[in-house]
């Protein structure tokens, strides 16, 4: 086995500004990309956040130094840089993001030249240059190039792909992120009426109080406006949350088993399958069970859930916090898309959301643990025999799941069971075996 990785996590590169990642460390991790671009052409965007110019700015200089050229497309959504990637054959993508994650944090994710997440290989080989601490510089310098309209092409895909949402009205929470650039601009053009929230470039305030990790607020304003529909996006728009015109939530279970639904009726999911992570509610899979659908379970993280896509000739993927993956568009989670996938089933099937996701799910409840020695502590034999012993008290009614977080300094608990109180038991008890016997 490899040993772990010291920069990349589940998502590229992350931590908080100043501390885990630095203008230098963006730097070397574009040099490496300049060098293996040898003189062709990597696509940069950022959200919002006060760091990303900063990011971006050290980034590009460690590209164009090793011989590489810059597209700078600003302040865009993740899913516009993979596309945007694919469509110029350019030889790699970078976004600067946290994702979900709070103001303080920024991230590096990076796409190879098809628009997927890189490789374990090539995440090494970038590790391995970071740690030499040196910059390479090519003989001839790379240059910087204007973007020339790549942005509209993402957007004029977007709505051919998903075709008219006239006669809709649409709530969007924008998490004041980069979704705030372009999907209000594109559910206009699909012919929505559309109201949106959070939609200002508020790095300073990215994701607090709003967006996909705060759906009950988009779901109060899709009741409030008469909204049939309402998304809220997380910072960097690779995941989507809807909300049905009664303000009930649609996690990413419920928009991958309505959207897997649609395409076995159109004759569109290759072998009648979706692919979800050991995360996705055993309820969500019955419902699928019962229309025919198969479900293929990954380990966790959207970059599995495509692999898996990729290497099988699977169609449909996502994941429970709202990475969906529509692989016959884009090889990589993209929200805006997502939403609005499932905003036009909402209108050719004629019926609510709230009746296309009327879905029983299973109680999980979750819990969260910070601690910087998330991968020790997941690792130790007296947590994994009182893991073993609570999964043996739930029986045949549910499971745990126990993982260290690939982005954050915590380690994640998840128990479900048919039995809620059961499921709250298991995590609540687990977490506090943790608090009290293996932490200071």
């Known amino acids: 086995m490899q040993d772990r990785m010291r920069y990349f996590g589940t998502d590229g590169i992350r931590g908080v500004y100043g501390e885990e990642l630095t203008d230098g460390l963006a730097m070397l991790a574009g040099n490496a990309l300049?060098?293996?671009?040898?003189?062709?052409?990597?696509?940069?965007?950022?959200?919002?956040?006060?760091?990303?110019?900063?990011?971006?700015?050290?980034?590009?200089?460690?590209?164009?130094?090793?011989?590489?050229?810059?597209?700078?497309?600003?302040?865009?959504?993740?899913?516009?840089?993979?596309?945007?990637?694919r469509m110029t054959g350019a030889a790699a993508g970078v976004m600067i993001s946290a994702s979900h994650n709070p103001p303080r944090y920024n991230g590096i994710k990076?796409?190879?030249?098809?628009?997927?997440?890189?490789?374990?290989?090539?995440?090494?080989?970038?590790?391995?240059?970071?740690?030499?601490?040196?910059?390479?510089?090519?003989?001839v310098r790379g240059e910087l190039l204007p973007p020339c309209g790549e942005k509209e092409e993402y957007i004029r895909a977007v709505c051919e792909r998903t075709g008219s949402l006239k006669g809709l009205t649409v709530a969007l929470d924008c998490a004041l992120g980069a979704a705030g650039a372009l999907a209000p601009e594109i559910f206009s053009r699909l012919g929505a009426k559309v109201h949106t929230f959070f939609s200002s470039p508020d790095g300073a305030h990215i994701?607090?109080?709003?967006?996909?990790?705060?759906?009950?607020?988009?779901?109060?304003?899709?009741?409030?406006?008469?909204?049939?529909?309402?998304?809220?996006?997380?910072?960097?728009?690779?995941r989507v949350i809807a909300s049905d015109e009664k303000g009930g939530v649609t996690d990413g279970d419920k928009i991958l088993c309505v959207l897997a639904r649609d395409r076995l009726q159109k004759g569109a999911l290759p072998f009648s399958a979706a692919v979800g992570t050991l995360h996705t509610n055993l309820g969500a899979e019955a419902a699928m069970n019962e229309t025919g659908i198969?479900?293929?379970?990954?380990?966790?993280?959207?970059?599995?859930?495509?692999?898996?896509?990729?290497?099988?000739?699977?169609?449909?993927?996502?994941?429970?916090?709202?990475?969906?993956?529509?692989?016959?568009?884009?090889?990589?989670?993209?929200?805006?898309?997502a939403g609005a996938t499932l905003a036009a089933v909402v209108r050719s099937s004629g019926r609510p959301l709230s009746e296309l996701a009327d879905i029983t799910l299973f109680p999980q409840s979750n819990a969260d643990v910070v601690t910087e020695k998330k991968n020790a502590i997941c690792a130790d034999e007296r947590l994994l025999a009182y893991v073993s012993a609570v999964r043996d008290m739930m029986g045949q009614s549910g499971r745990i799941m126990?993982?260290?977080?690939?982005?954050?300094?915590?380690i994640r608990i998840m128990a479900e069971s048919k039995d809620a109180f059961l499921a709250s038991f298991a995590a609540r008890s687990i977490e506090l075996f943790i608090r009290t016997t293996l932490l200071p």
Do not use: W
């Not at 601490?133 to 003989?139: E, F, G, I, N, W």
């Open 402 to 410: 126990l993982r260290p977080s690939g982005t954050e300094p915590k």
């Open 207 to 238: 994701n607090e109080g709003c967006g996909a990790l705060h759906p009950d607020v988009i779901a109060a304003q899709t009741v409030r406006t008469g909204a049939d529909i309402g998304l809220c996006f997380d910072g960097d728009a690779d």
């Open 34 to 85: 300049g060098r293996a671009a040898d003189g062709g052409r990597v696509i940069l965007g950022r959200d919002t956040r006060t760091s990303g110019e900063n990011l971006a700015r050290a980034l590009a200089e460690g590209i164009l130094a090793g011989g590489g050229c810059v597209t700078d497309l600003g302040v865009v959504t993740t899913p516009c840089v993979a596309f945007v990637t």
């Open 294 to 337: 198969s479900l293929v379970r990954t380990d966790i993280g959207d970059h599995n859930v495509t692999r898996c896509m990729c290497e099988n000739g699977y169609i449909l993927g996502g994941e429970q916090s709202g990475h969906i993956i529509v692989g016959d568009f884009l090889p990589t989670g993209d929200g805006v898309f």
């Open 110 to 139: 990076i796409f190879d030249g098809e628009g997927k997440k890189l490789s374990e290989e090539r995440e090494r080989e970038i590790e391995t240059h970071i740690a030499g601490a040196k910059l390479c510089y090519a003989a």
